[in-house]
């Protein structure tokens, strides 16, 4: 008996170790990751920007970036990794590191999301997928061209109205071609806000199974028009949260928000 109970102290110290080791794992892993997503976002006279990464695990497969090309033209992307955990945020990293290579040597969005899908099809083997949005801004010229890859429409307000933004393809990595993509664009009017968004957010169920969906991001769009990115952004986190409730996350959650000073104000 005597060393039976030793065994099976000995098996049980040793799998408690290992648990420490993955533990410990996943928090360098974790660290590692809040290195990729962009904290000091850009506030400059013609653009305030705001951002919420919340992860389903330590670690997650979604991803926001805001990426300045000078002369006051940045790229805005979300994008969204199929599946969760390690696997899905291995495949986000390395399609992090693609994008920012893809948008220093070429210039056309249209080449640039080719680009994208050849190298994610090549790496996840046709298994995992990601839905993406990509956009170039043109502060100067007031302009968005954009590609949806399959992603949820990001929401553009303007005065009056909120425009969707639908245009694209379907979502990287599905096939080794794309077998459609569509350019869309849209003018930037004075004050306009820019919320883009990964399914993790409207998909949240309360306690009643109930889902937020785009509705009250919506309305914080609306009841905020004036306001700064930074307070659209703390609207919506804080609708969502109350919506949540004790509810745990159901998913990875990115969220950046984007509001486009009046240039004549500057």
């Given at each position: 008996?005597l060393?039976?109970?030793?065994m099976e102290?000995r098996r049980?110290?040793?799998?408690q170790?290992?648990?420490?080791?993955?533990?410990?794992e996943?928090?360098?892993?974790?660290?590692m990751?809040?290195?990729?997503v962009?904290?000091?976002?850009?506030?400059t006279?013609?653009?305030?920007?705001a951002?919420?990464?919340?992860?389903?695990?330590?670690?997650?497969?979604?991803?926001?970036?805001?990426i300045?090309?000078?002369?006051?033209?940045?790229v805005?992307?979300v994008?969204?990794?199929s599946?969760?955990?390690?696997?899905?945020?291995?495949l986000?990293s390395?399609?992090h590191?693609?994008l920012?290579?893809?948008l220093?040597?070429?210039?056309?969005l249209?080449?640039?999301?080719?680009?994208?899908?050849?190298?994610?099809?090549a790496n996840a083997?046709?298994e995992?997928?990601?839905?993406?949005?990509?956009?170039?801004?043109?502060l100067r010229?007031r302009?968005?061209r954009f590609v949806?890859a399959g992603h949820?429409?990001?929401m553009?307000r303007v005065p009056?109205k909120?425009?969707l933004l639908?245009?694209?393809c379907?979502?990287?990595?599905?096939?080794p071609k794309l077998?459609?993509?569509?350019?869309?664009?849209?003018?930037l009017t004075?004050?306009c806000v820019?919320?883009c968004y990964t399914?993790?957010l409207?998909?949240?169920e309360d306690?009643h199974g109930?889902?937020?969906?785009?509705?009250?991001?919506?309305?914080?769009?609306?009841?905020l028009?004036?306001a700064?990115?930074t307070?659209?952004n703390?609207?919506?986190m804080s609708?969502?949260?109350s919506h949540r409730?004790?509810?745990p996350y159901?998913d990875?959650?990115?969220l950046?928000t984007c509001?486009f000073?009046d240039?004549?104000?500057v």
């Amino acid at each position: 008996n005597l060393v039976v109970v030793a065994m099976e102290n000995r098996r049980l110290a040793a799998r408690q170790l290992q648990q420490e080791r993955d533990k410990r794992e996943w928090e360098l892993a974790a660290q590692m990751q809040q290195m990729l997503v962009p904290h000091d976002l850009p506030d400059t006279p013609l653009l305030g920007a705001a951002g919420w990464y919340q992860p389903h695990q330590l670690v997650g497969g979604d991803y926001y970036d805001l990426i300045p090309l000078g002369e006051d033209r940045y790229v805005v992307c979300v994008a969204d990794v199929s599946g969760k955990g390690i696997a899905a945020a291995m495949l986000m990293s390395n399609f992090h590191a693609t994008l920012r290579a893809s948008l220093s040597r070429i210039g056309d969005l249209e080449e640039v999301v080719h680009h994208l899908n050849e190298r994610v099809f090549a790496n996840a083997r046709g298994e995992r997928f990601i839905t993406l949005f990509l956009g170039h801004v043109d502060l100067r010229a007031r302009r968005i061209r954009f590609v949806n890859a399959g992603h949820n429409d990001p929401m553009l307000r303007v005065p009056g109205k909120t425009i969707l933004l639908h245009d694209g393809c379907i979502a990287l990595g599905m096939m080794p071609k794309l077998p459609f993509l569509r350019i869309g664009e849209v003018e930037l009017t004075p004050c306009c806000v820019l919320v883009c968004y990964t399914d993790g957010l409207v998909e949240q169920e309360d306690a009643h199974g109930r889902a937020f969906e785009t509705q009250p991001v919506e309305e914080a769009m609306t009841l905020l028009a004036q306001a700064q990115a930074t307070e659209i952004n703390a609207a919506i986190m804080s609708a969502f949260e109350s919506h949540r409730g004790s509810e745990p996350y159901l998913d990875d959650i990115a969220l950046l928000t984007c509001r486009f000073k009046d240039p004549t104000k500057v």
